[in-house]
């Protein structure tokens, strides 16, 4: 888990006091605070906070200043923004400030922690009932004992292990046996209050007899130097089935074992602890009784409350909804008082059916203007395209009602870079090293370049490990040799493909704002019939393979394995390849001024090791393409938005979380129909490889 992500748990969970700033009175919304860290690049390590946030506070200031001055309500936007990073800094500055330094080994002084550790709870814990007063002067004074008994320094995250198991031993609100209540007690001083009846709880595989960790004031190495004969942690274990042992030999009347067969918080099943299948064993008279014997006497779980007994009001409708059998049909004044549970009722139902309904993405009044053969003002590119034929419901979620996920910065504990970030620095890579040796009048060469493309490569490295620090040094170290091989396996295949061509441009981007001024406007694509449309992209490369003739390549830095049979549009999934080489077609003609440059070839290029410089070169037809790209925007005009009846598109999807597993399954059903003739567009555009 990145480090930002506790802060915001801590944050948004209440758990927190949260005073205005002692300057400007400033106070901001917790959920407020969450939304500056998921956006901020944080990543690992505390040193990172105040510089990502002050970036992050500067960029809005700048924001601010460069906005017109008749949208003084967008510069009062940033303005805002601003105020809100600088306040989070505020806070979270003093806190960050207190933790300790590791030392060269990483270590950290263990008192010093604790004292860091209770100032952060003297300050900002909340404390809303008797008992969290309790727990809070509770937790103080344990740390208050750790910090005068301990000199030690540990491993930062051994530390925070410690402290945490210190926090997990406190108990408060107590009291010694009374009549007429429960008494809940350890197994370590249970037993002596002599009741007829006896439960013992939480006997799960992982509660009991849990892990064993270290002593925290005393390690076990320093327990052996002080007396041998003192418990050490690998002899903790065989102590807890001693003592359980001994509890249950001395109860009598009635015992009672139970342990949590479900995990709520994983969401996985919990299994009974040794103790007891060695209870059963002994109950059955089947010493060698196993736990598929235990299993198979179990009665089925119990739940937390009685059947019939609610909470809450939302409990008490979810009962009254479900029954034995399902879900039960509500009474009709439920859906009058809630118009949003009926709409939902409405929308499950109409998926359900046969038909294409609005539920299914299908628009009730079809726009011309979202057709891009008829509105001059929309600009396609290949990924929008693309999106349609993979789905033409996440395209119309992501750029027609511009529905965007939330987008949270999220690391990964045993991976430096995602592969949408790989790919980003390795064109980075390709783009500088192709850019300079050209400019020199070279071509690649593995005996001259490989210095170069490395040290070109150990400066990308570091810019983005800057943005994206790596969780660990392994980590970075593992991913780095993988990058290092990609680089070689680059150069080494450029060597012999630039033995045939001339590499002219690289990261050529038209009909956008950073394009050169002569490339600004989108291209149009003619479609035929007097029909086109607006394209705009960012070529890779484009190589001159002879005179006013020339190859467009696409660096591909993932898996080969949807281009292994040269399909040449995939059902509309690798359009990119057939528009770029018309783009570039126009691109050229206006760089040669001759009109004579054709694009005799365009695919993909991928300068992995695991796919060793495959090229992909699918085969060029206009004319089908044409076909596809109006069966596409036959889609878009008929306004039938239908999702994907083939899970395979859901794989990388954004919006997974909007679609049920039945989605998939409805829709399959919808396509078997040859009475809807409105997703015949999406029909046809399948048969297009």
């Known amino acids: 888990m990145p480090s930002s992500a506790y802060p915001i748990q801590l944050i948004t969970g209440g758990s927190l006091t949260i005073k205005p700033d002692e300057k400007t009175n400033d106070l901001i919304a917790p959920t407020v605070m969450a939304r500056i860290l998921r956006d901020s690049p944080i990543g690992w390590g505390k040193e990172r906070y105040i510089s990502t946030l002050e970036k992050m506070a500067e960029?809005?200031?700048?924001?601010?200043?460069?906005i017109d001055e008749d949208r003084e309500d967008r510069s009062d936007f940033y303005k805002r923004k601003e105020a809100n990073a600088r306040f989070l800094i505020s806070m979270l500055k003093p806190i960050l400030d207190s933790i300790p330094e590791k030392d060269g080994k990483g270590d950290v002084s263990l008192k010093d922690f604790c004292i860091s550790v209770l100032g952060l709870v003297s300050q900002y814990a909340r404390v809303s009932s008797e008992l969290d007063g309790e727990a809070k002067l509770a937790i103080k004074e344990r740390l208050e004992e750790i910090r005068g008994m301990t000199t030690k320094t540990l491993p930062f995250n051994d530390a925070i292990d410690q402290i945490d198991l210190v926090m997990r031993g406190i108990r408060i609100g107590h009291s010694g046996p009374a009549p007429g209540c429960l008494h809940i007690s350890s197994y370590l001083n249970g037993g002596r209050s002599g009741r007829e009846h006896t439960y013992v709880v939480g006997c799960d595989a992982q509660t009991?007899?849990?892990?064993?960790?270290?002593?925290?004031?005393?390690?076990?190495?320093?327990?052996?130097?002080?007396?041998?004969?003192?418990?050490?942690?690998?002899?903790?274990?065989?102590?807890?089935?001693y003592r359980i042992a001994s509890l249950l030999s001395s109860l009598r009347g009635y015992l009672t074992l139970s342990f949590s067969s479900f995990d709520i918080l994983e969401n996985r099943e919990s299994f009974p602890s040794s103790i007891i299948l060695q209870v059963h064993r002994l109950i059955s008279g089947n010493l060698n009784a196993s736990y598929t014997d235990l299993m198979n006497v179990l009665k089925l779980p119990s739940g937390y409350i009685p059947p019939g007994m609610t909470l809450d009001i939302s409990d008490f409708w979810i009962?009254?909804?479900?029954?034995?059998?399902?879900?039960?049909q509500p009474d009709p004044s439920v859906f009058a008082c809630y118009p949003g549970l009926s709409q939902g009722k409405k929308a499950r139902e109409a998926r359900e059916t046969d038909r294409v309904t609005e539920y299914d993405g299908k628009l009730l009044e079809p726009a011309a203007e979202l057709d891009p053969r008829e509105n001059a003002d929309l600009v396609m590119s290949a990924s929008m395209l693309e999106k349609i034929a993979t789905c033409p419901y996440a395209y119309f979620l992501n750029y027609i009602l511009k529905v965007r996920p939330l987008e949270e910065v999220t690391l990964e504990e045993d991976t430096w870079l995602d592969a949408m970030q790989r790919g980003s620095l390795l064109h980075d890579l390709f783009n500088r090293f192709m850019r300079e040796i050209t400019g020199k009048g070279e071509k690649p060469s593995l005996k001259k370049h490989l210095p170069?493309?490395?040290?070109?490569?150990?400066?990308?490295i570091k810019e983005y490990r800057d943005k994206i620090p790596p969780p660990s040094e392994?980590?970075?170290?593992?991913?780095?040799?993988?990058?290092?091989?990609?680089?070689?396996?680059?150069?080494?295949?450029?060597?012999?493909?630039?033995?045939?061509?001339t590499p002219l441009f690289f990261e050529f981007p038209f009909g956008y704002k950073d394009a050169e001024a002569e490339f600004r406007d989108p291209v149009r694509i003619p479609l035929g019939a007097g029909k086109s449309f607006l394209f705009a992209g960012r070529i890779d490369r484009i190589d001159r393979i002879a005179e006013h003739e020339y190859a467009v390549l696409d660096y591909k830095t993932g898996s080969a394995y949807a281009y292994k049979d040269h399909l040449c549009f995939n059902k509309g999934k690798a359009l990119q390849h057939a528009l770029y080489a018309i783009a570039a077609e126009t691109i050229l003609k206006k760089i040669e001024k001759s009109g004579k440059g054709v694009v005799k070839e365009s695919g993909y290029l991928f300068p992995t090791e695991k796919e060793t410089g495959r090229l992909v070169i699918p085969d060029r037809d206009d004319k089908k393409l044409v076909e596809l790209l109006n069966a596409l925007f036959d889609i878009v005009r008929t306004g039938v938005f239908i999702p994907s009846d083939k899970e395979d598109s859901c794989k990388f999807c954004d919006y997974t979380e909007l679609c049920v597993e039945s989605v998939t399954e409805n829709v399959e059903r919808k396509f078997e129909q040859e009475k809807n003739r409105e997703i015949d567009p999406f029909r046809k555009i399948k048969t297009y490889e």
Request: aromatic share 6%.
């Open 59 to 66: 960029s809005f200031k700048s924001s601010a200043s460069e």
């Open 452 to 460: 170069l493309i490395e040290s070109t490569l150990e400066i990308v």
């Open 208 to 241: 009991f007899p849990g892990m064993i960790i270290q002593n925290p004031i005393l390690l076990d190495e320093e327990l052996q130097a002080i007396d041998r004969n003192l418990v050490i942690s690998s002899e903790i274990l065989k102590e807890k089935l």
């Open 319 to 328: 009962t009254s909804f479900i029954g034995e059998h399902g879900l039960k």
């Open 474 to 501: 392994a980590i970075f170290e593992q991913e780095k040799k993988i990058l290092i091989k990609a680089a070689q396996v680059f150069l080494k295949t450029e060597e012999i493909r630039c033995k045939t061509c």
